[in-house]
C-alpha cells in the first residue's frame, strides 16, 4: 500500500463526520474522559502550528482515551470577542460579526482538515447571544453579590486611537496598534473583587495536579503576604499616612517616606507644599507612563521630595522625609510606602540617589556597598536589640504596635481587583443602568440577553468613551426600579470574561434554561486535563478559577475547582531557533505542510520534534522524515504473512505496547513515536508481519496518524472504526526475552559470550559455556578448581 495521503485523508474526515464517532454522550454508563484545549482567538490569518502542537497533546489522549473504552468530552469553540477584529472592522467598515463568521469558518474548515477529534456538535462562539447572555447573568450575580464595584483610576490611554490599552498593548509607552505615545489617564473603571476569592484560590491549588511552575506562578500572581498596616503621623497636621510591610521590626530603620504621585493628601494640603510647580512637572512625566514602566525594577530612580509635608515614625518620633516617586502606584496597597534603605536595594539606591540617612537594623552586610536583605541581629531598634530570630523580632514589634495604637498585623496580596471593562463595541455589553434615583441598577434577568446594536460606525467616541455611547436608541431607558429615564452603561466586558466559563457550556451548549444543567455539570466535571500555554496560566486559569469558585459557592456548579490538571505545551520556534513572526518571516503555515506531506506527517512531526514542554525549532528535513516513516508504515501491508513472528519480535511488539502507552500519559510524545519507528526497522528486518500483530502496531500509532491507520485498518478487514477499537495492552510475561546473552570469564578474563536461556538453571549453563569452543580451547589440559555463575549475568571458571 501507498501512503496516498491526498486520497485517503479527506476520505476518513468524512467517514468520521458521518459516523458522529467523536461525539460525546451524556450520562454514558462508561467512564467519562474530558479532555480541554484552550479554544482559540479565530484570526483572519487561520491557524498557526502553534495551534496545532497545542491542541496535539489532548487530541492524542482523547483518542487513546476512546479506544481504552472512555465516553470522551473533547470539544472545541471561539473566543471570538476582542480588539483585533475591532480594528479591522474599523479599517474596512466591515462589521465584527461577518469577520467573526468568516474566520471561524475557515478555522474550523482548517482544524478538520488537520483531522483533529472535536466533538463539532459542542461548538460554541462567545459572541453568540444566547453564549454571552449567561456571562452577563454571571456578572449580574456578581453584582448581585457584591463583587462589582466601580472606582476611579488611571489607564493607558492612546490619544490616537481613541482607546484604553491594556499593559501589555502599551508596553514602551508605546500602542501596539498605531505606536503613538501613549499617556495616562484618569477613568471610572469597574472592577471584580477578585481579591475577595484570593485566599479559596490559593487553597485550591492543594487539590488540583497542575505542575510545580504552573502553581508556582500563580501563587506569586495572587502574592499573599503576611505583615503589619502601620500609620504614620504627619507633622502638624491631623492626618496620617498607611503603610503596608512585611517587616514591621525594620520600622527603626525608616529614614524615609514614598507615596504615589497621584496621591490625594498632596492635593489636599497643596497649601503647605511649597514646590508644587515640582511635583505637577513630575507627576506630568509620570502620566505619560505605563505601569509597567513605572513599577519595573531596573530603571533610574526618580523622585521629588514634597517641601512642607514631612512625616513622623512612630517607633521613635523622627521627623522623615516624604517623596513622591514613579514605582508607587496608588493602585498598590495603600499608595504609599515606608523606606528602609539599610535592607531593600530599592530604597538603598534611592537613598543614595537623594542623599537620604541610611540607619543599620540588621547585623550583616556592608551597608556601605549595598543593602544587606538578610537575617540577623536586630540592632539601632530600642526594645528588639538582640533579637536574633526574624519570625520574634516581627511579633515583638506586632504586640507594640498594637499596645501603642499605631498599627495591627495584616494580610495583603499583590493581585489587584480585576479592571473589568473596555470602551470598545465588540463585547459583552455590560447589563447595567445607571438612574438618577435609584444608583446603579441591574438589567432585569429576564430581559437577557442585553444584545449589541447593530451599528455601522465603530469607531471609538472622544476621550475614550465607547462606539456605544453615540448610540442614543441604546444609551437611552427606563430605569427598571422607579421608572425614571435613565442611560445604559455603554462600556463592554474585556475579551476574559467569556473564557472564564467556556469549559461549562461545553457540558451543555444548547441549553436555554441555564448556563448548563446540573446533572450534565455533574457527570462531566471537573475538566480531567486541561492543556494550554504558559502564557494563560495566571489571568486566564485564575479568572476563570475564580468565577468557577463564584459558581460553586452560588451553588450553580458541582465542584470547586474547574480543571483537575492541568499540562503546557512549549514554543515551536522558527527554522532560524527565533519565535516565529511574520515580519522576521519564519512563519509555517500548518495547511502548506498538509498540502505537500499531508495532515498525518504534520501530526506526526509536531509531537516527534522534541520535548512537548519545551520550546523547539522547526526543521524541515525532520518533516520529510516523518513523510518517509509513515510511507515505510503503508508498505508494512506489503509484508503480511501468515508465519508466525519470532519470539524476539513478539516481545519487543509488547515492549512498544507498554512504552507507547505509558509515554503518551507522560506527554512524552517524541519518545512514543520514537519507539514506533525502531518497531518498524524490526519488523522490516523480520520480512514478515501478521494480520493480528500489524493491528496492534497502527492502533498504536493512530493517534498521532489516524488517517493512514483508518486506511490500513479497514485494508486488514477490521471491525468497525479504527478510532474505537481497542487499545492493546501488554502481556508483562512477553516483554521479557526468552534468552539472554552473557559474559564467560576463564580466571577472571572474559574469553567469550554465550545465548543461554532466560532464568537459565547454573548447571545447565555450565554445560552450556564448557560446549563453547572458544571457551572450551581456554580450559583444555587444565584442571577446574571453582565454577561460578551469577543468574543471568556471567559465569566463571576458576581452573589450573
Given at each position: 500500500m501507498k501512503y496516498m495521503f491526498k486520497k485517503i485523508e479527506p476520505k476518513w474526515q468524512a467517514k468520521w463526520e458521518e459516523s458522529k464517532v467523536f461525539e460525546a454522550k451524556d450520562n454514558s454508563d462508561k467512564p467519562k474522559f474530558y479532555g480541554l484545549v484552550e479554544f482559540p482567538y479565530p484570526s483572519g490569518a487561520g491557524m498557526h502550528v502553534g495551534h496545532i502542537k497545542a491542541y496535539s497533546s489532548l487530541e492524542v489522549i482523547s483518542r487513546k482515551r476512546r479506544m481504552e473504552g472512555y465516553n470522551v468530552l473533547f470539544p472545541i469553540g471561539f473566543d471570538a470577542f476582542g480588539l483585533p477584529t475591532e480594528n479591522y472592522a474599523v479599517k474596512t467598515g466591515t462589521h465584527p460579526r461577518i469577520i467573526t463568521d468568516e474566520n471561524i469558518k475557515k478555522f474550523s474548515n482548517q482544524l478538520k482538515k488537520v483531522g483533529f477529534s472535536f466533538d463539532w456538535n459542542r461548538v460554541i462562539d462567545t459572541t453568540d447571544e444566547d453564549y454571552y447572555k449567561w456571562t452577563q447573568w454571571i456578572f449580574l450575580k456578581m453584582f448581585e453579590k457584591g463583587l462589582v464595584f466601580r472606582d476611579r483610576t488611571l489607564v493607558n490611554y492612546c490619544p490616537h486611537c481613541k482607546v484604553v490599552l491594556s499593559n501589555e498593548d502599551s508596553q514602551g509607552g508605546k500602542c501596539d496598534i498605531c505606536h503613538s505615545e501613549v499617556v495616562q489617564k484618569s477613568k471610572d473603571v469597574w472592577y471584580l473583587r477578585i481579591t475577595q476569592y484570593a485566599d479559596k484560590l490559593l487553597e485550591g491549588l492543594k487539590d488540583v495536579d497542575y505542575p510545580d511552575n504552573v502553581k508556582q506562578q500563580q501563587v506569586h500572581w495572587i502574592g499573599k503576604s503576611k505583615g503589619a498596616f502601620v500609620n504614620f503621623d504627619i507633622d502638624g497636621i491631623d492626618e496620617k499616612l498607611e503603610i503596608y510591610t512585611t517587616r514591621p521590626d525594620t520600622l527603626f530603620g525608616v529614614t524615609f517616606m514614598v507615596i504615589a504621585p497621584e496621591h490625594p493628601i498632596i492635593d489636599k494640603y497643596k497649601d503647605k507644599v511649597t514646590?508644587?510647580?515640582?511635583?505637577?512637572?513630575?507627576?506630568?512625566?509620570?502620566?505619560?507612563?505605563?505601569?509597567?514602566?513605572?513599577?519595573?525594577l531596573v530603571k533610574d530612580k526618580t523622585g521629588v521630595c514634597i517641601q512642607g509635608l514631612e512625616g513622623i515614625n512612630p517607633v521613635n518620633g523622627k521627623k522623615i522625609p516624604i517623596y513622591i516617586a514613579d514605582y508607587v502606584m496608588m493602585g498598590y496597597g495603600t499608595g504609599a510606602i515606608m523606606a528602609v534603605p539599610a535592607h531593600d536595594q530599592r530604597d538603598y539606591d534611592f537613598a543614595k540617589k537623594f542623599g537620604i540617612d541610611i540607619i543599620e537594623v540588621i547585623k550583616g552586610g556592608d551597608i556601605s556597598k549595598e543593602a544587606y536583605t538578610g537575617d540577623g541581629e536586630m540592632i539601632n531598634s530600642d526594645f528588639l536589640n538582640g533579637y536574633t530570630k526574624k519570625k520574634d523580632s516581627i511579633e515583638r514589634m506586632l504586640e507594640e504596635l498594637e499596645k501603642k495604637g499605631i498599627g495591627k498585623a495584616g494580610v495583603q496580596y499583590?493581585?489587584?481587583?480585576?479592571?473589568?471593562?473596555?470602551?470598545?463595541?465588540?463585547?459583552?455589553?455590560?447589563?447595567?443602568?445607571?438612574?438618577?434615583?435609584?444608583?446603579?441598577?441591574?438589567?432585569?434577568?429576564?430581559?437577557?440577553?442585553l444584545r449589541l446594536p447593530d451599528v455601522k460606525d465603530f469607531e471609538p467616541g472622544e476621550d475614550g468613551q465607547s462606539p456605544l455611547a453615540k448610540i442614543d436608541s441604546f444609551v437611552n431607558c427606563t430605569c427598571p426600579k422607579c421608572g425614571a429615564a435613565a442611560k445604559r452603561e455603554t462600556d463592554t466586558m474585556p475579551q476574559w470574561a467569556g473564557s472564564s466559563w467556556y469549559f461549562l457550556r461545553y457540558t451543555d451548549p444548547h441549553n436555554t434554561q441555564a448556563l448548563a444543567d446540573m446533572d450534565k455539570l455533574k457527570y462531566w466535571m471537573p475538566v480531567d486535563w486541561y492543556n494550554g500555554g504558559m502564557e494563560h496560566v495566571t489571568r486566564h486559569m485564575i479568572y476563570s478559577r475564580f468565577w468557577h469558585h463564584f459558581l460553586y459557592d452560588l451553588g450553580v456548579v458541582n465542584t470547586p475547582e474547574p480543571y483537575a490538571k492541568r499540562s503546557i505545551q512549549g514554543l515551536i520556534l522558527g527554522p532560524d531557533g527565533d519565535k516565529m513572526s511574520k515580519s522576521k518571516g519564519n512563519v509555517v503555515d500548518p495547511l502548506d505542510i498538509v498540502e505537500e506531506y499531508g495532515a498525518d506527517t504534520l501530526r506526526t512531526y509536531v509531537l516527534f520534534m522534541g520535548d512537548y514542554g519545551a520550546a523547539t525549532p522547526w526543521s524541515d528535513s525532520s518533516v520529510k522524515g516523518c513523510k518517509k516513516f509513515l510511507d515505510r508504515v503503508a508498505g508494512l501491508t506489503d509484508i503480511l504473512s501468515e508465519e508466525p513472528v519470532s519470539d524476539e519480535l513478539e516481545m519487543k511488539i509488547h515492549r512498544t505496547i507498554k512504552k507507547v502507552s505509558s509515554d503518551i500519559e507522560s506527554l512524552k510524545f517524541n519518545t512514543a513515536i520514537a519507539s514506533l519507528m525502531t518497531l518498524i526497522n524490526e519488523i522490516t528486518a523480520e520480512g514478515h508481519i501478521g494480520k493480528e500483530d500489524l493491528g496492534i502496531f497502527i492502533k498504536l500509532l493512530s493517534p498521532f496518524a489516524p488517517h493512514l491507520c483508518e486506511e490500513i485498518w479497514e485494508f486488514l478487514g477490521g471491525e468497525g472504526l479504527l478510532a474505537v477499537a481497542p487499545w492493546p495492552v501488554h502481556d508483562e510475561g512477553k516483554t521479557v526475552s526468552k534468552t539472554v546473552e552473557i559474559g564467560v570469564q576463564v580466571n577472571g578474563k572474559v574469553r567469550g559470550t554465550?545465548?543461554?536461556?532466560?532464568?537459565?538453571?547454573?548447571?545447565?549453563?555450565?554445560?552450556?559455556?564448557?560446549?563453547?569452543?572458544?571457551i572450551a580451547s581456554f580450559l583444555e589440559g587444565k584442571n577446574l578448581i571453582k565454577e561460578i555463575y551469577v543468574p543471568n549475568k556471567i559465569v566463571n571458571f576458576v581452573a589450573k
Amino acid at each position: 500500500m501507498k501512503y496516498m495521503f491526498k486520497k485517503i485523508e479527506p476520505k476518513w474526515q468524512a467517514k468520521w463526520e458521518e459516523s458522529k464517532v467523536f461525539e460525546a454522550k451524556d450520562n454514558s454508563d462508561k467512564p467519562k474522559f474530558y479532555g480541554l484545549v484552550e479554544f482559540p482567538y479565530p484570526s483572519g490569518a487561520g491557524m498557526h502550528v502553534g495551534h496545532i502542537k497545542a491542541y496535539s497533546s489532548l487530541e492524542v489522549i482523547s483518542r487513546k482515551r476512546r479506544m481504552e473504552g472512555y465516553n470522551v468530552l473533547f470539544p472545541i469553540g471561539f473566543d471570538a470577542f476582542g480588539l483585533p477584529t475591532e480594528n479591522y472592522a474599523v479599517k474596512t467598515g466591515t462589521h465584527p460579526r461577518i469577520i467573526t463568521d468568516e474566520n471561524i469558518k475557515k478555522f474550523s474548515n482548517q482544524l478538520k482538515k488537520v483531522g483533529f477529534s472535536f466533538d463539532w456538535n459542542r461548538v460554541i462562539d462567545t459572541t453568540d447571544e444566547d453564549y454571552y447572555k449567561w456571562t452577563q447573568w454571571i456578572f449580574l450575580k456578581m453584582f448581585e453579590k457584591g463583587l462589582v464595584f466601580r472606582d476611579r483610576t488611571l489607564v493607558n490611554y492612546c490619544p490616537h486611537c481613541k482607546v484604553v490599552l491594556s499593559n501589555e498593548d502599551s508596553q514602551g509607552g508605546k500602542c501596539d496598534i498605531c505606536h503613538s505615545e501613549v499617556v495616562q489617564k484618569s477613568k471610572d473603571v469597574w472592577y471584580l473583587r477578585i481579591t475577595q476569592y484570593a485566599d479559596k484560590l490559593l487553597e485550591g491549588l492543594k487539590d488540583v495536579d497542575y505542575p510545580d511552575n504552573v502553581k508556582q506562578q500563580q501563587v506569586h500572581w495572587i502574592g499573599k503576604s503576611k505583615g503589619a498596616f502601620v500609620n504614620f503621623d504627619i507633622d502638624g497636621i491631623d492626618e496620617k499616612l498607611e503603610i503596608y510591610t512585611t517587616r514591621p521590626d525594620t520600622l527603626f530603620g525608616v529614614t524615609f517616606m514614598v507615596i504615589a504621585p497621584e496621591h490625594p493628601i498632596i492635593d489636599k494640603y497643596k497649601d503647605k507644599v511649597t514646590n508644587m510647580d515640582e511635583i505637577t512637572a513630575y507627576r506630568n512625566e509620570c502620566a505619560k507612563k505605563t505601569e509597567f514602566e513605572r513599577t519595573q525594577l531596573v530603571k533610574d530612580k526618580t523622585g521629588v521630595c514634597i517641601q512642607g509635608l514631612e512625616g513622623i515614625n512612630p517607633v521613635n518620633g523622627k521627623k522623615i522625609p516624604i517623596y513622591i516617586a514613579d514605582y508607587v502606584m496608588m493602585g498598590y496597597g495603600t499608595g504609599a510606602i515606608m523606606a528602609v534603605p539599610a535592607h531593600d536595594q530599592r530604597d538603598y539606591d534611592f537613598a543614595k540617589k537623594f542623599g537620604i540617612d541610611i540607619i543599620e537594623v540588621i547585623k550583616g552586610g556592608d551597608i556601605s556597598k549595598e543593602a544587606y536583605t538578610g537575617d540577623g541581629e536586630m540592632i539601632n531598634s530600642d526594645f528588639l536589640n538582640g533579637y536574633t530570630k526574624k519570625k520574634d523580632s516581627i511579633e515583638r514589634m506586632l504586640e507594640e504596635l498594637e499596645k501603642k495604637g499605631i498599627g495591627k498585623a495584616g494580610v495583603q496580596y499583590k493581585m489587584k481587583d480585576w479592571a473589568f471593562n473596555r470602551q470598545r463595541y465588540w463585547g459583552e455589553p455590560i447589563p447595567l443602568i445607571h438612574c438618577p434615583n435609584c444608583g446603579v441598577v441591574a438589567v432585569p434577568e429576564e430581559e437577557l440577553p442585553l444584545r449589541l446594536p447593530d451599528v455601522k460606525d465603530f469607531e471609538p467616541g472622544e476621550d475614550g468613551q465607547s462606539p456605544l455611547a453615540k448610540i442614543d436608541s441604546f444609551v437611552n431607558c427606563t430605569c427598571p426600579k422607579c421608572g425614571a429615564a435613565a442611560k445604559r452603561e455603554t462600556d463592554t466586558m474585556p475579551q476574559w470574561a467569556g473564557s472564564s466559563w467556556y469549559f461549562l457550556r461545553y457540558t451543555d451548549p444548547h441549553n436555554t434554561q441555564a448556563l448548563a444543567d446540573m446533572d450534565k455539570l455533574k457527570y462531566w466535571m471537573p475538566v480531567d486535563w486541561y492543556n494550554g500555554g504558559m502564557e494563560h496560566v495566571t489571568r486566564h486559569m485564575i479568572y476563570s478559577r475564580f468565577w468557577h469558585h463564584f459558581l460553586y459557592d452560588l451553588g450553580v456548579v458541582n465542584t470547586p475547582e474547574p480543571y483537575a490538571k492541568r499540562s503546557i505545551q512549549g514554543l515551536i520556534l522558527g527554522p532560524d531557533g527565533d519565535k516565529m513572526s511574520k515580519s522576521k518571516g519564519n512563519v509555517v503555515d500548518p495547511l502548506d505542510i498538509v498540502e505537500e506531506y499531508g495532515a498525518d506527517t504534520l501530526r506526526t512531526y509536531v509531537l516527534f520534534m522534541g520535548d512537548y514542554g519545551a520550546a523547539t525549532p522547526w526543521s524541515d528535513s525532520s518533516v520529510k522524515g516523518c513523510k518517509k516513516f509513515l510511507d515505510r508504515v503503508a508498505g508494512l501491508t506489503d509484508i503480511l504473512s501468515e508465519e508466525p513472528v519470532s519470539d524476539e519480535l513478539e516481545m519487543k511488539i509488547h515492549r512498544t505496547i507498554k512504552k507507547v502507552s505509558s509515554d503518551i500519559e507522560s506527554l512524552k510524545f517524541n519518545t512514543a513515536i520514537a519507539s514506533l519507528m525502531t518497531l518498524i526497522n524490526e519488523i522490516t528486518a523480520e520480512g514478515h508481519i501478521g494480520k493480528e500483530d500489524l493491528g496492534i502496531f497502527i492502533k498504536l500509532l493512530s493517534p498521532f496518524a489516524p488517517h493512514l491507520c483508518e486506511e490500513i485498518w479497514e485494508f486488514l478487514g477490521g471491525e468497525g472504526l479504527l478510532a474505537v477499537a481497542p487499545w492493546p495492552v501488554h502481556d508483562e510475561g512477553k516483554t521479557v526475552s526468552k534468552t539472554v546473552e552473557i559474559g564467560v570469564q576463564v580466571n577472571g578474563k572474559v574469553r567469550g559470550t554465550i545465548v543461554i536461556p532466560n532464568g537459565c538453571e547454573k548447571e545447565k549453563a555450565f554445560e552450556i559455556a564448557k560446549a563453547d569452543e572458544r571457551i572450551a580451547s581456554f580450559l583444555e589440559g587444565k584442571n577446574l578448581i571453582k565454577e561460578i555463575y551469577v543468574p543471568n549475568k556471567i559465569v566463571n571458571f576458576v581452573a589450573k
